[in-house]
DNA sequence: ACTTTAACC
DNA sequence: CTAAGGTTAAAGT
């Protein structure tokens, strides 16, 4: 074994800066520009690959140079400004060390080259070989027997290592005297001036005869030419301050600890995140991993929390347990899969000191209701709404007197979708700990009982430790009203949802599927005649071959892979060929037919001759606060085409004599901006109960309600829709499909007619600016760090998501709201009607044909009145046998 | 695993 | 020159 120390050194501002100008401005889809830093990825990979260095470290400048520049005032006085676009990429370049764990060091009023200078002298001293990455060629006056540089050449692809014998054959000098030279030549991108007149040829002549600048200017008399002789004597000094300028500071003050740079492995996991998150797609599979390509290995998670030692027990001792437990106790409910009909591991129940797994034989056992309806108890739980549901099923009510770690995380920072549990628990507490394995159908975990139990019992511990964290957060953001009273109480709504389910007539859905399959089957054949041959019509790119190449249809869009076959370009290619129009009514059936009747056919659930759905309602994903919901998702039923809208005859009620209630709120959304806005114009508009569409009609075009005719109100709604959005001219011009400048016209008129949207639009622009988020109505907040950025995309997309998130998340508020209420009041009617679904903006109930109009009366109250804004809140209420009949 | 398309509000 | 808010699912590559 050889203890040989080889250290990389990367010289970080000037690969970032050579990487950024050699590569073309690449962006990500979130439009940040990222060419720089994966150029320095790049070489930092091959870096990895080629050198295997065992220590490795990177240098920034950071601040003015102070020294140079108190010597010489104009030293970099010449170089432009460092450009947005790749000023914003150093964070990146950053994290993406960071990722790797690779240290990077600046100093105050240091530039990375003496900083360079300093570490490679002190490793020459205690024997390492060290190697400086960099693409400044005055890094080669470090060159020694021990210390190598690389330098980058053309872009950054190419490199080439310079050691004391590449630079005399190169130069014909001396590592140290490439100070010289540069006294000499100067540098004009660092302002350095040389010898004016002086370049490489002449200077490396000069040096050749004498060798530094002070002999050179001592016999100044024996240099060739007079006009050279002329110079020399003339900027002397301009060469001693040169040179002085081009001297690597190799005493910089500076803790050095190469033990920190030393480099073993990294997390793999990481990294790729990373990675993933920037685009670097074809950089993934070049990360050094394992095996032969190196000796890098992903690691471990560091740190498990070992204080707590998770005791297996029996059912039956589960008494003597909860006699001991403290106020707050901490859950973690151990399934596989799905919380509604996966397995039931077990359960962990935990202090923030010891645990305890009990294991589940199939059941739940029944003592556990002692616990979970235990009042005094605050009991902590990852994800309530999942473990409600769960023990619903097994009869088991759960107390409200409850911490979720899921849903006061995601408050925290919506944007960031639904929290992770194992890097909440890191983040707030720095132990990482281990999830647990999962299984698949075809391989079950292999996993010994013990080490389940105390990986599970490590979690609930944990999950008591964070709830604090969690609490204070929420406090310190003030967001505890919105958890307690709003997001909390609605999880058990929620939970009576999903575990209630909503009925389906399976035998209705598989006649639709019927009468579906025979229609594409004919459509696909038409389609194949039409086309001249068969091909596979749900492969956008053979049927993109098909139209625009085979039948010469004018392509207009294209996608990153080929032509664009998507409805908008179909739609306009309808007049050119007979068989355009099929290929959409295909794609249309072929919609229904494969996500309703097929994904509704799987996702049925059966009990007894009862086929049910149980959607799952995800309350910690959406960045505005909606809800969303899957398996199956019940928020995007087709209701558009009445093709599609017959699939709601298969949502029936529990009983054949219950009818279905669909309570939708009118044009929330926009009363939301009227109120928030406090436009005058569109609160008169509410307020006299006009429709929106119609009365902006009239504004925008100037015409009277008589005269508004139905496209001049599809422009119209189209506007409002956009206004709600954030609007730009061009969106509004691609969904108009009309010119871009008249979509301008059609805005600017908008915001004259209506001046408190437009200023509303300005000034919640300009909040975000300050506090770089914004709140709805409850409080709910949404991080908008992007406000400030440089990038027009990401600054853009900010602003917009700044204008759209109040009025938004406001609905998304105002609704949860009303469902809390009328749950509860439903309760405490003691009414048999039941809640089934929320869509963004309606509710559907399954009600008993008695209690039909005490239920309307309350809900439509309890919707409408939830909270008083200036502008009335409107709700429609809607019976009948089936969804699609209660329209 | 990503891309395209399409369903909803 | 950039270029519409929030989602889920299926199918193909």
């Known amino acids: 074994m050889t203890d040989k120390k080889k250290l990389v050194l990367i010289d970080g501002n000037s690969i970032t800066y050579r990487a950024f100008f050699a590569l073309p401005p690449l962006s990500n889809s979130k439009g940040q520009y990222t060419n720089a830093a994966y150029g320095f990825t790049t070489m930092l990979l091959k870096l990895l690959q080629d050198e295997q260095p065992t220590h490795l470290m990177v240098a920034f400048d950071k601040g003015k140079a102070t020294v140079r520049q108190q010597i010489y005032a104009e030293y970099k006085g010449t170089r432009e400004k460092t450009p947005g676009e790749l000023r914003e990429q150093f964070p990146i370049v950053r994290e993406i060390l960071d990722s790797f764990g690779i240290p990077y060091v600046e100093v105050e009023g240091h530039e990375a080259d003496d900083i360079i200078g300093t570490i490679t002298q002190e490793a020459e001293q205690i024997g390492y070989d060290s190697l400086v990455v960099t693409g400044d060629k005055d890094l080669l006056q470090l060159v020694s027997d021990r210390v190598t540089t690389m330098l980058t050449r053309k872009g950054i692809s190419e490199t080439e290592k310079y050691t004391e014998k590449e630079?005399?054959?190169?130069?014909?000098?001396?590592?140290?005297?490439?100070?010289?030279?540069?006294?000499?030549?100067?540098?004009?991108?660092?302002?350095?001036?040389?010898?004016?007149?002086?370049?490489?040829?002449?200077?490396?002549?000069?040096?050749?005869?004498?060798?530094?600048?002070?002999?050179?200017?001592?016999?100044?008399?024996?240099?060739?030419?007079?006009?050279?002789?002329e110079k020399l004597r003339e900027h002397a000094d301009s060469a001693r301050l040169s040179k002085q300028l081009a001297t690597i500071n190799r005493a910089v003050p500076l803790d050095i600890d190469f033990e920190s740079y030393r480099f073993e492995s990294y997390d793999a996991g990481k990294v790729r995140e990373i990675f993933k998150a920037l685009e670097f797609k074809s950089l993934l599979d070049r990360l050094p991993e394992g095996g032969s390509e190196s000796e890098l290995v992903e690691q471990e998670p560091a740190v498990k929390q070992e204080a707590v030692t998770t005791q297996i027990i029996a059912a039956d001792e589960l008494a003597g347990i909860i006699e001991k437990l403290p106020a707050t106790v901490g859950f973690y409910l151990d399934l596989e899969?799905?919380?509604?009909?996966?397995?039931?591991?077990?359960?962990?129940?935990?202090?923030?000191?010891?645990?305890?797994?009990?294991?589940?034989?199939?059941?739940?056992?029944?003592?556990?209701?002692?616990?979970?309806?235990?009042?005094?108890?605050?009991?902590?739980?990852?994800?309530?709404?999942?473990?409600?549901?769960?023990?619903?099923?097994?009869?088991?009510?759960?107390?409200?007197?409850?911490?979720?770690?899921?849903?006061?995380?995601y408050?925290?920072?919506?944007?960031?979708?639904?929290?992770?549990?194992?890097?909440?628990?890191?983040?707030?507490?720095?132990?990482?700990?281990?999830?647990?394995?999962?299984?698949?159908?075809?391989?079950?975990?292999?996993?010994?009982?013990?080490?389940?139990?105390?990986?599970?019992?490590?979690?609930?511990?944990?999950?008591?430790?964070?709830?604090?964290?969690?609490?204070?957060?929420?406090?310190?953001?003030?967001?505890?009203?919105?958890?307690?009273?709003?997001?909390?109480?609605?999880?058990?709504?929620?939970?009576?949802?999903?575990?209630?389910?909503?009925?389906?007539?399976?035998?209705?859905?598989?006649?639709?599927?019927?009468?579906?399959?025979?229609?594409?089957?004919?459509?696909?054949?038409?389609?194949?005649?039409?086309?001249?041959?068969?091909?596979?019509?749900?492969?956008?790119?053979?049927?993109?071959?098909?139209?625009?190449?085979?039948?010469?249809?004018?392509?207009?869009?294209?996608?990153?892979?080929?032509?664009?076959?998507?409805a908008d370009v179909l739609e306009k290619l309808a007049e050119h060929s007979p068989v355009v129009q099929k290929i959409l009514e295909y794609r249309h059936l072929g919609k229904l037919q494969s996500t309703y009747v097929e994904g509704l056919l799987n996702a049925a659930r059966q009990n007894g001759d009862i086929f049910r759905v149980h959607t799952q309602f995800n309350q910690a994903l959406t960045a505005t606060g909606r809800l969303s919901s899957t398996e199956p998702n019940l928020q995007n039923i087709p209701i558009r085409t009445e093709e599609g809208r017959r699939l709601r005859h298969v949502f029936v009620p529990t009983d054949p004599e219950w009818k279905i209630l669909a309570a939708d709120y009118s044009q929330i959304e926009l009363r939301i901006l009227a109120h928030i806005?406090?436009?005058?114009?569109?609160?008169?508009?509410?307020?006299?109960?006009?429709?929106?569409?119609?009365?902006?009609?009239?504004?925008?075009?100037?015409?009277?309600?008589?005269?508004?005719?139905?496209?001049?109100?599809?422009?119209?709604?189209?506007?409002?829709?956009?206004?709600?959005?954030?609007?730009?001219?061009?969106?509004?011009?691609?969904?108009?499909?009309?010119?871009?400048?008249?979509?301008?016209?059609?805005?600017a008129s908008y915001f004259e007619k209506f001046p408190g949207v437009k200023r509303y639009m300005e000034d919640v622009v300009d909040q975000a600016r300050r506090d770089e988020y914004v709140t709805t109505l409850l409080g709910r907040k949404r991080h908008l760090p992007d406000i400030n950025a440089s990038n027009f995309n990401?600054?853009?997309?900010?602003?917009?998501?700044?204008?759209?998130?109040?009025?938004?998340?406001?609905?998304?508020?105002?609704?949860?709201?009303?469902?809390?209420?009328?749950?509860?009041?439903?309760?405490?009617?003691?009414?048999?009607?039941?809640?089934?679904?929320?869509?963004?903006?309606?509710l559907i109930f399954e009600c008993p044909p008695e209690e039909i109009e005490e239920l309307k009366e309350l809900v439509r109250r309890e919707m409408e009145q939830v909270t008083a804004l200036s502008v009335p809140l409107k709700a429609d209420l809607n019976v009948g046998d089936t969804w699609y009949e209660a329209k």
Not at 213 to 221: G, Q, S, Y
Not at 827 to 840: C, D, G
């Open 337 to 409: 899969g799905n919380y509604q009909f996966g397995d039931l591991h077990g359960l962990a129940i935990a202090t923030q000191e010891a645990a305890w797994y009990l294991p589940f034989d199939k059941t739940l056992p029944a003592e556990l209701g002692a616990l979970f309806q235990d009042q005094t108890k605050t009991k902590v739980f990852y994800d309530v709404k999942a473990v409600c549901t769960a023990l619903k099923k097994h009869d088991i009510d759960l107390d409200h007197n409850v911490f979720c770690t899921l849903l006061g995380s």
């Open 167 to 229: 630079i005399q054959e190169r130069y014909g000098l001396t590592p140290l005297q490439i100070i010289d030279l540069k006294g000499l030549m100067g540098d004009t991108s660092d302002n350095i001036p040389g010898i004016p007149g002086v370049g490489e040829k002449t200077a490396l002549k000069l040096l050749a005869q004498y060798p530094t600048v002070e002999e050179v200017l001592a016999h100044v008399d024996e240099a060739p030419g007079k006009k050279l002789q």
């Open 677 to 747: 806005s406090g436009d005058e114009n569109m609160i008169d508009a509410f307020v006299h109960d006009e429709d929106i569409h119609t009365r902006t009609a009239t504004q925008v075009f100037e015409v009277t309600p008589e005269e508004v005719d139905s496209n001049m109100r599809r422009a119209a709604k189209a506007v409002n829709f956009g206004i709600v959005y954030g609007i730009s001219d061009f969106g509004l011009s691609q969904n108009l499909n009309i010119p871009r400048k008249q979509a301008g016209q059609f805005i």
């Open 794 to 842: 990401m600054r853009s997309f900010a602003e917009r998501t700044a204008m759209n998130t109040p009025i938004q998340g406001t609905a998304a508020d105002v609704i949860k709201k009303a469902m809390v209420n009328i749950h509860k009041e439903m309760q405490e009617r003691s009414l048999r009607a039941n809640m089934l679904l929320q869509v963004h903006d309606e």
């Open 411 to 566: 408050l925290l920072s919506p944007s960031e979708g639904t929290p992770d549990l194992f890097e909440v628990i890191e983040h707030h507490s720095g132990w990482r700990l281990s999830p647990l394995p999962k299984g698949t159908a075809k391989k079950p975990v292999e996993i010994s009982l013990e080490e389940r139990a105390n990986l599970a019992g490590a979690v609930a511990a944990a999950n008591v430790h964070i709830a604090e964290k969690v609490g204070e957060a929420l406090e310190a953001g003030d967001l505890m009203a919105l958890y307690r009273d709003l997001e909390l109480p609605l999880s058990f709504v929620l939970a009576d949802m999903e575990g209630l389910g909503v009925r389906i007539d399976t035998s209705e859905l598989r006649e639709i599927g019927e009468n579906l399959k025979e229609r594409i089957e004919a459509l696909q054949k038409e389609i194949y005649e039409l086309a001249g041959s068969e091909f596979n019509l749900n492969s956008p790119k053979q049927l993109g071959e098909v139209l625009f190449d085979k039948l010469g249809l004018p392509a207009s869009k294209k996608t990153k892979t080929g032509y664009s076959t998507s």
